[in-house]
């Protein structure tokens, strides 16, 4: 599923095609992906003016110039494909088609329609059933090593699980919070309560550093994930820990043969890669 820097990556390609355009047509190609689309949907949008893209945790948000939002979410599969004129034909994972007036065709494609779409009002954004209980956004300034132990405070869970909490941190998921934890020499065991304040100092300032590393990399190109262009990120190019079990750590100088170097377990379901010798 896209995480923070794929969706990020996905807003900057999207905002010079819409922001400052109105959508001169809209097609809803079928009548629902993860759920149903909101009544009068395309009716709601045509016309409008795309006065902002930004993003919420792993939301795009398109702010419009009757103060309506559209929200979006590309759930597993789902890509903002972005053409200069509309296609002879479409696919049959094209779900639905923006077309702008400077001619600018967006089809949002999701082949496992895992994705959603929904319409509120800005004054109503921070109410909402899907970002009202987000906690800050980790490229934010609410964002800091005070905060994030405030938050963690008195946390039985294992850190990493705490990490992909979006009431504590917004966006963050799997591939980015083993890749902070490895930077911030933490073990993904370990109990949120138990870290120190400096080790979360030091964590605060690795998720911010992973998750800008990412973006600049485009993200991270890993089954059905591209950028709005097309173009494939590169972010996993980088990956420290994180798809890289048994081999050896690049960060420091473990016996590789007695450690068994980046080592994998589960937690809640999801894969966690660590270097035990360097995480503590």
Do not use: W
Not at 87 to 103: I, L
Not at 131 to 160: H, M, V, Y
């Amino acid at each position: 599923m896209p995480e923070l820097p794929e969706v990020e990556t996905v807003c900057r390609g999207l905002a010079p095609h819409l922001e400052g355009r109105r959508l001169v047509r809209v097609e809803q190609r079928r009548p629902n992906l993860r759920t149903p689309f909101p009544p009068r949907f395309c009716e709601r949008l045509t016309g409008r003016v795309v006065e902002s893209v930004r993003r919420r945790a792993k939301y795009i948000l398109m702010h419009l110039d009757d103060g309506g939002v559209l929200i979006a979410h590309l759930g597993m599969s789902g890509r903002m494909i972005i053409a200069p004129e509309r296609p002879d034909a479409f696919d049959k994972h094209d779900h639905v088609v923006f077309e702008t007036d400077a001619g600018t065709i967006v089809t949002f494609n999701d082949a496992r329609r895992f994705g959603l779409m929904d319409l509120t009002v800005a004054d109503a954004l921070g109410d909402h059933p899907m970002l009202r209980n987000l906690g800050p956004e980790p490229l934010g300034n609410e964002f800091s090593g005070p905060d994030l132990a405030r938050r963690l405070a008195g946390k039985i869970t294992p850190i990493k699980a705490a990490l992909l909490d979006q009431s504590i941190v917004a966006g963050l998921g799997n591939i980015y919070v083993s890749e902070a934890l490895f930077q911030s020499g933490i073990l993904p065991t370990r109990t949120a309560a138990s870290l120190t304040p400096e080790e979360v100092d030091r964590l605060a300032v690795a998720v911010r550093e992973v998750l800008e590393r990412a973006i600049a990399a485009g993200g991270s190109s890993l089954r059905d994930y591209r950028q709005a262009s097309g173009e494939l990120g590169y972010f996993q190019h980088q990956f420290a820990v994180y798809d890289r079990e048994g081999e050896g750590c690049p960060d420091c100088d473990c016996d590789r043969a007695r450690t068994g170097g980046v080592q994998r377990i589960v937690q809640s379901g999801r894969s966690t890669f660590f270097c035990a010798a360097r995480q503590r």
